[in-house]
């Protein structure tokens, strides 16, 4: 990819009040796009993924998986790769960012980079 400019998200890991990941998210997003990056920070406090009941990738039927997961999945299918800000939660993945990443196929992972705070 050398010098090109790459098509990134940022995925935050948790919906606590007085999060860190919003800042560091955000700082990070900055570094990035200011080297021409495209950028989009993906936050769990603004997706409701309460209605999900099964990973987009298990629909018998794509078409009535909810438009959220489409919108999620699409982002990912175009994403050149990945930055994930997450708290550190007993030794293993926050709830929230597991919510998000657990809901789409492993072929979609692509480069990634992991910034864990404790």
Known sequence: MGDSPLNLLIFLGSVREHRM?????????NLLEKRGHTVTLVDPREHNLGEVQQ?????????????ILHKINKQILEADGFVIVSPE?????????A????????????????????
């Not at 939660?89 to 960012?97: E, K, Q, T």
């Open 55 to 67: 990973p987009l990738h298990f629909y018998a039927d794509p078409t009535a998986a909810p438009a």
């Open 89 to 97: 939660y007993n030794s293993g993945m926050a709830p929230a960012l």
């Open 21 to 29: 990941a919003t800042r560091v998210g955000r700082y990070m997003q």
């Open 99 to 118: 919510s998000i990443m657990d809901n789409f196929s492993p072929q979609s992972c692509v480069s990634i980079c992991v910034y864990t705070r404790s």
